[in-house]
């Protein structure tokens, strides 16, 4: 079983990079850029599990480790 | 009283600790390596600077499942003193014995420099030998030292005057200039700032020794809270 984790800033946070990304791309030319923000992706591949042991193992390892929920957000898509 | 260091792999500010508190302090201390079971009765445990486990996914994420942390917290839990330095202190918000976080600095630049940090609060086992206002200057070197907070948090924090120093000009964006806080108990001090590299006149700076005169001073009674 394959899933993927993304994990980024909440909104409340400042993302300096995600804007110093987005200043780049007005510079290039995408003036209609207004907003970037820059976050993970995890790929994971988690063995013979049924999909709902995925799901409730992603949570937990999202809320333990992946993710610290003081300043970012999580999700997650289990691919099968 | 015994000083304990604690070890991680990426640790690289332990052996200043360990020779500030041995060497500049004339204090017992161990290093303890993060792989520990069964950890020794210490008075104070310092988790020191550096890149734990390389920094990897965020700092100080990883290190708070090193076998020795469960002691750790055990520890802190009754109330001894815990230190976190820089990445330790990274590590003790991941671990939420400390309120926020840190994330990068607001210039996207990691910032090593001296800068002037002003004392905030004095009642505490960490800053009892200083003065209130004190202005000491202090080493930072820090690539994720903005702190942040919740409103919510940041209030309850004020009122129990749980800020203890902050940056008289700030390098990094944390919000209300801080650069030091501790918990709600008072036992447990994290700071981006690095005392132990300023604990010796050969070193061109003194004004670290203070942080850490203020724990001796409380471990042998000298300073108890009003």
Redesign the interface.
Known sequence: MKAKVYVT?KKS??D??GN?IGKALNKIGYDNVEDVRIG?LIETELGEVTKETAEKQLKEMCEK??A?T??EQYSFEVLG | MKFGIVVFPGSNCDIDCYHALRDSLNQDVDYIWHDTEGLKEYDCIILPGGFSYGDYLRCGAVAPFSKVMDEIRVHAEKGKLLVGICNGFQILTEMGLLPGALVRNKNLKFICNTVPLKVENIDTPFTNRCDLGQVINIPIAHGEGNYVVEKDELAKMKENRQILFTYQENPNGSVLDIAGICNEGKNVLGMMPHPERACEELLGNREGRLVFESIISFLEGGWKSE
């Open positions: 800033l946070i400042a300096p990079q110093a993970k480790l992946l610290n003081v300043i």
